[in-house]
């Protein structure tokens, strides 16, 4: 009985994707292109035409979900469809195994290729959200702390890495890789209080929320990176617990109350951020580090060289860093104008 239900059950999986793809745009294929990131899609009468991979990505979403998720309402809701995932199910893309998703909803599961036609394997990232780093970006420029909360905001910092270099001394990827861990914490608060506040105060943010939200995962996806070089210990995840608990909650408080301060904090951490980026090259240099080759999910998301070395990604991060710094500290300069973000249209998509 449980096999006769399982063959039914893939039947009605593969009638589905039949009537999907009778009605709706559904061969898709992502692709990056020297000039950006196109989608080929077949049409109604089976016509390619090559759209802005966003506008396909929309439209594509909301047909199939529409199809599928029709016909198994259709179904009384009772009926469970097994659906193959093709793609790696954790974030890390790099493994093989296939993992079958047993749902009813009629999610579809995406695919999506690249431009030499094979498949796009990471599931945290699509190609539309891959980008080359801006590297001619100034990496000097620093804001001269004058006031009070300036001059708070920069010791903050200053004191913070003291321990850091204690701790880590001169081992730069295990460094890098912990620092990313709270790196990507600020953005994150920030988007999420100031989404709640323009819900409060039913305004726009001015593209804030999206531009501190993006921060926030191009640290997570510096550290997706790093801990492919890096294996943290034991007592190493037991130490970003603790910092994580005790930073998320600290800087929720600190942006609560003072948003200036907070942003200013966030421009000189990622100035050292940038420091330590350098000193890191340096060691790479020096032959102290060895130049492994680039992970592959930092080829991919940087559109790097297939022959890319750690020195290159390091090179990537610390152009992201820069852009970081300007950001933030561009924020705090808003509000020490008696502004509000809003007022100044967001960086959005700035790398
Ligand atoms: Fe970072
Ligand atoms: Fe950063």
Redesign the pocket.
Known sequence: MMMASRGGAAKLASSMMLVSRSFSTAIARGTIGKEGVTAKAVGFHGDVVRKDISEFWIRSSVFGVRHRSTVSLGEKGQQQVNMKETQPAAEGGDKEEKKEVVSYWGVPPSRVTKEDGTEWKWNCFRPWETYSADLSIDLKKHHAPATFLDKMAYWTVKSLRWPTDLFFQRRYGCRAMM??TV??VPGMVGGMLLHCKSLRRFEHSGGWIKALLEEAE??RM?LMTFMEVAKPRWYERALVMVVQGVFFNAYFLGYLISPKFAHRMVGYLEEE?IHSYTEFLKELDKGNIKNVPAPAIAIDYWRMHPDATLRDVVEV?RA??AH?RDVNHFASDIHYQGRELKEAPAPVGYH
């Open positions: 620092l990313e790196a990507a191009n640290e510096h951020a991060v992201d860093e970081h």
